[in-house]
């Protein structure tokens, strides 16, 4: 049995429109190909698919994730993505209630 385990990341650009939210299940996330899931090189299902073949994924796994506007090399966030780090946040925790986590706000 393994913690459940949230990840958040930029999604590839081809995900959707600039800015926006998605949450992906672990179903979406072990399923399909590999690489279209992240903005990274290595995507988060390479990642997820060796720890499977490990027998080592979480069985509660989600991803909470934002377009980004644009991929660069640039550490900040785009604007876009930055407006929406509160709902970020807001998914997160929400996220985190519904598995039964204490949240504490500030």
Known sequence: QHDPVIIIDALSPDSGVPGSLHIISDDMLTGGETGGCSAHHVGIRDVLMLLQAQAALPDDLVLVGVVPAVLDYD?????????????????????????KFEVWEQ
């Open 75 to 99: 550490f900040r966030l785009s604007t876009i993505v930055e407006k929406q780090m509160p709902l970020v946040e807001k998914t997160v925790l929400e996220q985190l209630r519904l598995r």
